[in-house]
């Protein structure tokens, strides 16, 4: 863009953005600003997007949490940073966390991650490395607690 992005320009920039992946509104408004864009360019750009509906920042927020606990078993803690640093508001968090957690049990999800982990040796690992690794993935205390010191359940990993 130039010094003085015009609508148009930063409206250009914001479908290009969408079009290689979803963004939340801060993203969009970070990016924007970047590039030179005015407040109240910006302001304009994020309420077009809005009325067409090419952010639903609920729906990304989901999508993203649920592929974040499927895909590389994390637990609360971890995937509620990855939405807060997306710029995510706090409230749509906690609601996206709530769905979340009564689509997946977080047990069931530790345990994986940990089978995982240690290649289905989690018996022979020490429960300190163990919980460190749990910690590191997001697992609440609780959770780390009680699978840090028992032995792997085999009925997780069927």
Same mark, same amino acid.
């Given at each position: 863009?130039e010094?003085?992005?015009t ?6 920039? *914001?479908?290009? %953005?969408?079009?290689? #992946? ?9 990016? @924007?600003s970047? !590039? +030179?864009a005015?407040a109240d360019?910006?302001v304009?750009?994020l309420d077009?997007l ?11 927020a989901?999508?993203? *949490?649920?592929? %974040?606990?499927?895909? #590389?078993?994390?637990?609360p803690?971890?995937?509620?940073a990855? @939405?807060?640093? !997306? +710029?995510l508001?706090?409230?749509?968090i906690?609601?996206?966390q709530?769905?979340i957690w009564?689509?997946?049990d977080?047990?069931e ?6 089978h ?17 690794? @749990?910690r590191?993935? +997001?697992f ?9 010191k028992e032995?792997?359940h085999?009925d997780y990993?069927d």
């Amino acid at each position: 863009m130039e010094n003085k992005p015009t609508l148009q320009k930063a409206l250009d920039t *914001a479908y290009r %953005l969408l079009a290689g #992946r979803p963004h939340t509104r801060a993203e969009i408004k970070r990016k @924007l600003s970047r !590039k +030179g864009a005015g407040a109240d360019i910006i302001v304009q750009v994020l309420d077009e997007l809005g009325r067409k509906g090419y952010i639903d920042e609920h729906a990304m927020a989901l999508r993203w *949490a649920q592929a %974040l606990v499927r895909d #590389r078993l994390w637990g609360p803690l971890k995937t509620a940073a990855y @939405l807060m640093q !997306k +710029g995510l508001d706090s409230g749509l968090i906690d609601q996206v966390q709530r769905r979340i957690w009564q689509e997946f049990d977080e047990a069931e999800i530790a345990a994986l991650a940990l089978h995982k982990r240690f290649s289905g040796a989690t018996d022979a690992a020490p429960a300190a490395k163990k919980a460190a690794f @749990l910690r590191s993935r +997001g697992f609440s205390s609780g959770v780390i607690y009680s699978l840090a010191k028992e032995p792997a359940h085999d009925d997780y990993y069927d």
